[in-house]
T-cell receptor, first 113, second 115 residues
Framework: NAGVMQNPRHLVRRRGQEARLRCSPMKGHSHVYWYRQLPEEGLKFMVYLQKENIIDESGMPKERFSAEFPKEGPSILRIQQVVRGDSAAYFC???????????FGPGTRLTVL | GESVGLHLPTLSVQEGDNSIINCAYSNSASDYFIWYKQESGKGPQFIIDIRSNMDKRQGQRVTVLLNKTVKHLSLQIAATQPGDSAVYFCAENYPGGTSYGKLTFGQGTILTVHP
């Protein structure tokens, strides 16, 4: 029973490029959450999605960031025109329902040069 | 504001000792609390959770205590082992429309266990 999968594990981008982070939830889970973690800090909520719907995007920056969870395929977190401040670890979690235990993936570590 | 914080950023213990990690939360409406363990380079790993209708819950070598009066949460690890060395985060979840789902994490406590 595979857990939450994220890829790539490490991503290097130059300023101005686009970053695409992918997350496949655990089997049977239809709720996906994205969090960002800066070095030596806790995780900060970004966005909560269900299939084809954004439920809560209160933690998403207003510009350059977008997320989707299509009917088929993984959830995608997209960062356009990356800047150095976007360098962080991005974690995806999934749950079977709202308010249930969230299982985390291994994260994608984004480095912006 | 809504926040979850930790009293001690670092904790060093000897192998075999019991460890206690504390957490304060500010949202009295929170009804679900979770402790996560995060090892270097990995994602958070679920340890134990507790809902607000309980004040204590036990797992294997771990116990979570919830004091709603003072909005305090603690994680107790019995007979701490070197493999317990990691960063420990508490997280809270509170009901209220679409917000019920996102977790609010504390800063984290670094636990170091010396053999």
């Amino acid at each position: 029973n595979a857990g939450v999968m994220q890829n790539p594990r490490h991503l290097v981008r130059r300023r101005g490029q686009e970053a695409r982070l992918r997350c496949s939830p655990m089997k049977g889970h239809s709720h996906v959450y994205w969090y960002r973690q800066l070095p030596e800090e806790g995780l900060k909520f970004m966005v909560y999605l269900q299939k084809e719907n954004i439920i809560d995007e209160s933690g998403m920056p207003k510009e350059r960031f977008s997320a989707e969870f299509p009917k088929e395929g993984p959830s995608i977190l997209r960062i356009q025109q990356v800047v150095r401040g976007d360098s962080a670890a991005y974690f995806c979690a999934s749950s079977i329902g709202q308010g249930n235990e969230q299982f985390f993936g291994p994260g994608t570590r984004l480095t912006v040069l | 504001g809504e926040s979850v914080g930790l009293h001690l950023p670092t904790l060093s213990v000897q192998e075999g000792d019991n460890s206690i990690i504390n957490c304060a939360y500010s949202n009295s409406a929170s009804d679900y609390f979770i402790w996560y363990k995060q090892e270097s380079g990995k994602g958070p790993q679920f340890i134990i959770d507790i809902r607000s209708n309980m004040d204590k819950r036990q797992g294997q070598r771990v116990t979570v205590l919830l004091n709603k009066t003072v909005k305090h949460l603690s994680l107790q690890i019995a007979a701490t082992q070197p493999g317990d060395s990691a960063v420990y985060f508490c997280a809270e979840n509170y009901p209220g429309g679409t917000s019920y789902g996102k977790l609010t994490f504390g800063q984290g406590t670094i636990l170091t266990v010396h053999p």
